[in-house]
Structure formats: C-alpha cells, structure tokens
C-alpha cells in the first residue's frame, strides 16, 4: 500500500484560482512514491496542481508541501527534485537535442561535464542516440516528445511530472513512450505523476490514481481497490426487447452500459445477478449470456464525473 | 533489444545550486548568437569607426597641423560612441530580438523555469546578451581607442586634465548598452516573434528618430527631442564629453529622467510578462 509510505506531496485544503475562476477548490490529498495518474476532464485543475507543485501559482487558501517544503516558499529547493515535462512543445530554436538536454541538466543544477554525459545517456535512453545531434525544428512530433521527456529526465529527478505525454503520438509512439515510462517508474524506481485524460495510458502505467472534477477531487486511491468488487459488473446479452429491461433494472439503480457486444451491467450493492433474471423473466425477455466483469478505470472516472451510465 | 536498455544511471553526486545560476543562459544564447557568420560579420563591422578614429590619431600625431580639422581631444570619444548607438541597434535586431519571444511561442520559458531558476535568473542570463553584444561595440573599442591615444599620443592623451574620459567612456557606454539592452528584451518579451519584435525595435529606435526631426525642424518643438530614445542618449554623451550637438537642444536632465523611466518602464514589462503561467482574467 502507497499509503503506508511517507507521501511526497501532499495538500491541505488548497485553494487556486485564476482572478475569479476558481481552478482548485480546497483539494486535499498527496502523491505517493510510485506512479500516480492525474485525471480529470479538461478544466478539471490537472495542470493548476502541477504549476502549483512546481511553485508558479500561490495558493489562494490552504498548503501543499512537497518534499517536507513549501513550493511557494522554496521553490528552488523543491523544482531540483522535479523532473517537469509539459503538455505543449518546449525547445530553443537552434539547438541540437544533445546541446538542449546537457543545457537542461546543467539549469537544474548539474556542472556542466556531467549534464554533457548524461544528456547522451538519456537521450539513449529514450531513444534518439542516432538523432541527437539534428536541430530539434527538424524533429517529428514523436521526436519532440522523447526530447521532452528527455530533458525532465537529465538531473536524475525524484518525481517526474508527466503532462499529456502521448498527446500528438501514433499508436506504436504512444505504445513506446508508455513502455518507456513504465520502464522509469518500474525499473528505475523513478516516482511520477501522469497527468493525461487518456484513461488506457494511465491504466497501463499507474498504481495510484485521483482524478479531479471541477476543482476537487473526486476520487483517489489505488487503481485496483477503485476498479475491484466494490459494485458487481456483469457483461449481459438478452434476447428479445430489452427496453423494459433497461428501464426496471435502472429505476433499481443499476447502471446500464450498451457495448458492441451485448451490454454492460454495474449493480448496486445488495443486488445479484438473480436480480437481473429475474427482470428479464417479468418482461419476457431471455438471458442468453451473463458473464461477471471487471470495473474499468473508465467506470470509474465516468462514475466520479457524475456520469453514471453512458449510453 | 530495446534501445531504453542502453544506460540510464541514477545520479547521486547533487552538489548546492551555482550562484550565477544565469550564466548558462547568456552563455548558451551566445554561442547560438555568434555561430551565425553574417552576425559576426556585423560584430566586425561595428569596428570600422573604431579603425577609422584610430587612423585619424595617427594622422594627427604624424602631422600635427591636421588637428585643425581632426581635432582628437576628448570629443573624439564622445562622438565615437554617439556614432556606435547605431551599431548597437543594429546588433540587438538581428541578435537579441527573439531572446524572450522564441522562448514565448516555442514553450521554452517552461524549460526554463521549472528549474531551480527564478524568473530574475532568467532575466539576467537574457540581459547578459545584449549587455554583450552592445558593450562589445562601445565600451570594447571605446577603450581600446583610449589606449591607442595614449600609446600613440601619450604628450596630449598622458594629462592630468583628460583623466576624465576613461570613466566617462566606461558610463557613456553602459548607459547605451543598459538601455538598449532592456528595451530590446522588454519589446522581445512582448511578442511570439523574433521578426516581429526587430520590427517594433527598428520602430521605436529608427522611426522616433524620424519624428522627432520631422517635429524639431519642421515644426519647432524642442521637446520632441525627448520622443527619440537615440538623441536622448546622444544628449548623455553631449554632457559627458562636452560636445556641442545642434540637434541637443535641452538639458541633458531631461534626457536622463527620460531614458531612467524608459528603463524602469522595461522592467516592469519584462515582470509582468516573463512567467511560467499566462493568467488571462
């Protein structure tokens, strides 16, 4: 359990706003060593806890503490020991990726031998050895991500702030760079946050998740006791008009998802499955398949929104 | 195999953090800075003037008779570095302008500062470069000239009377350099574009040039002598080296209360804008 661990971060009541929009409303929670999934849909405060980490905002109300220190109050102190890799592009025209990521260790605090050494090491790592010395304009979209990632990585950080890392990836890029970082939190006992709206990414990579909704968090803790039985899911198929169907078991509170293959049904605790044939027998409808399913962290997320059952 | 096999090491060895946190900042801007050929051949070019008043010294001291029309007392330096402002302006145009924009549209101000940088690191390092740059044009051969009249001159430049022009040389020349420095990268801060804050530099250096002859001789008001950020410079030298400029027509006070707010007024630009978190409320 990530809780049985000293939290890196944690926050108390924060409160942030942008003038009179209200980004962060009295959030309280912490991130544990590990990777933890930031999720939440756009607007949710995402990228407002993370610029508050890294000391750009000031609380309104309340306090966050990183690393036993107040990112307002020691910002310096506490950005050393972050790795950041932002959502939007971030490179100096002109610069090789080899010269952009050796400059980058040595702002973070590295002599300037050493941050030569290890720029070559990590863009390696990453996998642009071969094209680390092309001007960074000349990359692909997938390129520019590696060298972002690259350039959080340099100063060996001890949290790594991902923002929306896969944005802008095809397919085998986002399955590398997922690789990648769960490579970092895995075998380089790296901690990281993933900020992404992109549920899969964070499934395959995370332990921990707090998604936030509206400037508060709506749900955190570990993606298995968030995802396990905590309600029954059933994946269901019926034969015949399964409209009444729907409409019983809903008013019985149980969330109806349609999938391509039958649909999905989430019970409220205290119902069973018997529940369910029992409905279809009262409107004459047949169960031809019911099969007992996992929650997704979807269900989740959608659940924590105020989405109960998407159709 | 994959290639994320290929080393990566966990890095202990963190010492304190660099007191000049800002110098791999200037020092990498210049190094993108002077790699362009063309830019050092400008570079180059602001010492044309320097080889000429070098010629004219030499002249005087060889045929002392010329001195009636090369005259090289201590006015020679003051209209060497009024004639440098021009060089000046030319060098942060074509290598200072995109300082803080191309950090604006291409993200890199996050780069900088999510790191153990604070926003006054990030301005000085960028300051540094055209302090450089400008100072490399004025206060560079301005000594430089000071010790070739001394050398080659040393019966006139050896007096006890004209030990005034070295540190006049040395404040005449960082006032135009501090000035220019700040307000090319409170107009670069300003923009997203290099090319677009060279155009507003060229602007405000070259076009109220324009208008305040237009507004002086046209129309007879002195005080738009004040409007051009060049003359009121001009006039700081005018009163440093004692030389007598037609186009100087009020006192240099008003000049230097002009170019200290102008300075304060880029400071505050460059506080306002230089941020990791644009807030739009």
Request: proline share 5%.
């Amino acid at each position: 359990m990530a809780e049985d661990r000293a939290p890196l971060v944690s926050f108390e009541d924060l409160a942030v706003s942008y003038g009179l929009v209200q980004a962060l409303a009295g959030v309280r929670g912490a991130f544990y060593p590990g990777p933890t999934g930031l999720l939440g849909p756009n607007g949710a405060g995402k990228t407002t806890l993370l610029k508050t980490l890294l000391g750009f905002l000031s609380p309104d109300a309340g306090r966050m503490t990183a690393f036993g220190k107040d990112p307002t109050k020691e910002p310096l102190e506490v950005r050393r020991k972050l790795g950041y890799m932002p959502e939007q592009d971030c490179h100096i025209p002109g610069m090789s990726a080899s010269a952009f990521v050796a400059f980058a260790g040595e702002l973070s605090g590295l002599p300037r031998d050493e941050a030569i050494s290890r720029a070559h090491e990590v863009l390696y790592y990453v996998g642009l050895g071969e094209a680390r010395y092309r001007n960074l304009e000349t990359y692909s979209t997938g390129m520019k991500q590696r060298v972002k990632l690259a350039q959080a990585l340099v100063h060996d950080p001890e949290l790594l702030l991902l923002d929306e890392p896969t944005n802008g990836l095809d397919p085998q890029g986002r399955d590398e760079m997922l690789v990648l970082i769960r490579d970092i939190a895995t075998r380089r006992g790296m901690s990281l946050i993933l900020c992404s709206h992109l549920l899969h990414d964070v499934e395959r990579v995370c332990e921990q998740v707090i998604v936030l909704n509206q400037g508060q968090i709506a749900r955190q803790g570990s993606i298995r006791e968030l995802t396990g039985a905590r309600r029954q899911v059933f994946d269901v198929r019926f034969k015949g008009d399964s409209e009444a169907v729907r409409t019983d078991l809903k008013d019985l509170g149980v969330d109806w998802r349609e999938g391509d293959d039958g649909v999905r049904l989430l019970l409220p605790e205290g119902l069973g499955p018997d529940t369910v044939f029992r409905v279809a027998k009262e409107c004459g409808v047949q169960v031809r398949h019911l099969r007992p399913g996992a929650e997704t962290l979807e269900d989740v997320f959608l659940r924590a929104l105020g989405h109960e059952v998407q159709d | 195999m994959p290639i994320y096999d290929q080393g990566y090491r966990r890095y202990e060895a963190r010492g304190p953090l660099r007191k000049a946190r800002f110098w791999p900042i200037t020092r990498e801007a210049l190094r993108l800075v002077l790699s362009k050929r063309a830019f050092l051949g400008l570079l180059l070019a602001g010492f044309i003037p320097f080889v000429v008043r070098v010629a004219q010294i030499y002249i005087v001291t060889q045929y002392p008779q010329a001195d009636r029309v090369l005259p090289i007392d201590g006015r020679l330096f003051g209209e060497f570095l009024n004639q440098q402002i021009g060089f000046t302006i030319l060098l942060v145009i074509f290598g200072a302008s995109g300082l803080v924009a191309n950090d604006l549209r291409t993200g890199a101000i996050l780069a900088y500062l999510s790191r153990p940088l604070t926003r006054r690191d990030y301005v000085i390092g960028k300051l540094l470069v055209p302090l450089f740059l400008c100072l490399s044009v004025t206060l560079a051969p301005g000594l430089l000239l000071y010790a070739t009249g001394l050398s080659l001159a040393p019966d006139f430049y050896g007096k006890w009377e004209l030990a005034w022009i070295g540190p006049a040389i040395v404040v005449h020349a960082c006032a135009i350099s501090l000035v220019v420095s700040l307000l090319t990268l409170a107009i670069s801060a300003l923009s997203r574009s290099a090319r677009v804050a060279g155009l507003a530099l060229f602007g405000l250096m070259v076009g109220l040039e324009m208008v305040r002859v237009i507004l002086q001789h046209g129309f007879r008001q002195k005080p738009a002598m004040l409007l051009s950020i060049q003359t009121n410079l001009r006039a700081v030298g005018t009163a440093l080296f004692g030389i007598a400029d037609r186009e100087v027509v009020m006192a240099w006070g008003w000049s230097a209360l002009v170019l200290a707010l102008l300075s304060l007024g880029c400071l505050y630009v460059l506080r306002s804008r230089v941020r990791a978190v644009e807030i739009v409320t």
